[in-house]
């Protein structure tokens, strides 16, 4: 057990749906990091906080959109979502920023979109 | 943008025999290189980085070498066993952003 929470485990929606994906870091863990995760693309970095802000950001759509609290949980928005949307997402936590520290990976989160 | 290359994409070994994975990278301002091991259904766990100042770091049965003139790293893992089975990624960061993966390696050790 790594110490990062995803919610849910699994979800099945629709095509053109919104959904929420919840991530918390492990305790003292102010950066997180989105990571999506599909059969043909790999694993592909999508965004990254730091202590609520937004700090670095990779191939993420703009139907995508990301969030940190100030209780440094951080929520992963899909919209509009299209059936190559279907992927293993995880969020992972790490103490530092800006000096490579070891990221903790979550369980993921396996968004199927019919 | 940086472009990280993995091989082999499978590999097969016999128990207690050595493994040996390796990663290229593109963009020479890479200066961090973890690799991460992920069994099925699970998320990828840091099995050992390197830094670029660093040619080589091992621990236990497990090593990376760096060359950054060549810009190429890999991960050897000796004597292996069924339970290092698993994928296993690369990838190439500055500074702890914008972390490339490779494609992964899947590992199968027979017993």
């Known amino acids: 057990d790594s110490g990062v929470t995803q919610t849910p485990k699994h979800l099945i929606t629709a095509t053109g749906q919104r959904v929420t994906l919840r991530c918390s870091p492990r305790?003292?863990?102010?950066?997180v990091y989105w990571y999506q995760q599909s059969l043909d693309q790999g694993l592909q970095f999508l965004i990254q906080?730091?202590?609520?802000?937004?700090?670095a950001k990779g191939n993420i759509l703009e139907r995508f959109s990301a969030q940190q609290f100030p209780d440094l949980h951080s929520e992963l928005n899909l919209s509009s979502l299209e059936l190559g949307d279907s992927a293993l997402y995880f969020c992972?936590?790490?103490?530092?920023?800006?000096?490579?520290?070891?990221?903790?990976f979550g369980p993921g989160t396996r968004l199927t979109v019919l | 943008g940086e472009n990280v290359e993995q091989h082999p994409s499978t590999l097969s070994v016999q128990e207690g025999d050595s493994a040996v994975i390796k990663c290229t990278y593109s963009?020479?301002?890479?200066?961090?290189f973890p690799w991460y091991k992920q069994e099925l259904g699970k998320g990828p766990q840091l099995i050992i980085d390197i830094r670029s100042n660093v040619g080589e770091k091992k621990d236990q049965r497990i090593a990376v070498t760096l060359n950054k003139t060549a810009k190429h790293f890999s991960l050897h893992i000796t004597e292996t066993q069924p339970e290092d089975s698993a994928v296993y990624f690369c990838a190439a960061s500055q500074y702890g952003q914008n972390f490339v993966f490779g494609p992964g390696t899947r590992l199968s050790v027979l017993p």
């Open positions: 305790s003292g863990d102010l950066s």
């Open positions: 963009d020479s301002a890479s200066n961090y």
């Open positions: 906080y730091y202590n609520g802000e937004e700090r």
């Open positions: 992972a936590s790490s103490v530092v920023q800006g000096v490579g520290g070891e990221q903790f």
